[in-house]
């Protein structure tokens, strides 16, 4: 099944899943911002501000709905939210049903997305023949895909079996494949479940290949344009504060809590996400061919996109991007 046609069918009931953390501020907004948002750690980091009141300071309303990855994409799709925080090649899929278009760059993936493989399989080379479990269409299959090529392994060389994201620790665990792809916390737990597993590819292979951001509808973002300009502003203060060591333990303590684990047992998800500065993103921000560039790297993910049947022909994949709230921002604090 495609993502696309996954999303389709998934739409009418995402809005049953969320869980708002609101952020109250009483202003000229009709409606607060709806924000859909998942387990990624780079998402997951909108709780500080949530907590510590950076909206409300900020003069903006925003309701944050808490998700499963694909329910809040596919809320988004059916209009029940403003904005989501999804992967750039995510954008494209959803953006099928509704477009959006990406004001933020949070992180890249620097590791939280792996290619997991068991005991037997020393390298990516010895892949060739096998099976590897991978929900098809989705990024952790093109991390995957990226892997093989980067190794000179033919991508149908390997046998695909389709598995839901949240299912491949088990699947591991079967023996059924020689190696999973998914991202974090699935990752981790495949690696928990088949001792002696290893990653041998992983997003910090590849730098850039997975950027997560937040997108907002076209509509929402000209009828909202300057609450969507303090929204960045708030991002932003959120990356302040992380940036700080100081800050570490009460950062962790916030992001573990939201996802109901230990700060101790958070840290390596947060470490596999590289957050990017406001310096950083500008640079990402810049057009460019490869993927130290969000173009170059939405460019990649349309291709495959394409190839993998999420939709039939290339989409216009730079509408997806607007850098000018972030731009306007950086003028602002110069």
Known sequence: MTRFKSLIRRAAAAALTGVLAVAPFTSAQADPLKIGYSDWPGWVAWEIAIQKGWFDEAGVEVEFAWFDYVASMDAYAAGQLDAVCMTNGDALVTGTAKPSVAIIINDYSNGNDMLVATPDIKSVKDL?????????????????????????????SVEWVNTPTDKTPAMLSSGNVSAIAAWQPNSGEALKAVPGSTPIFTSADAPGIIYDVLAVSPESLAENRAEWAKVVAVWYRVVDYLKDEDNWDDALAILAARVQISPAEYEPFFQGTYILSLEEALKVWEEGDGLSSIYGSTDYSNKFNVEYEAYDSPLEYKTYLDPSLTLEYAKSVK
């Open 128 to 156: 060739e023949g096998k099976k590897i479990g991978a929900e098809l269409g989705f990024v952790a299959h093109l991390l995957a895909i990226t892997a093989l090529e980067e190794n000179g392994i033919a991508v149908d």
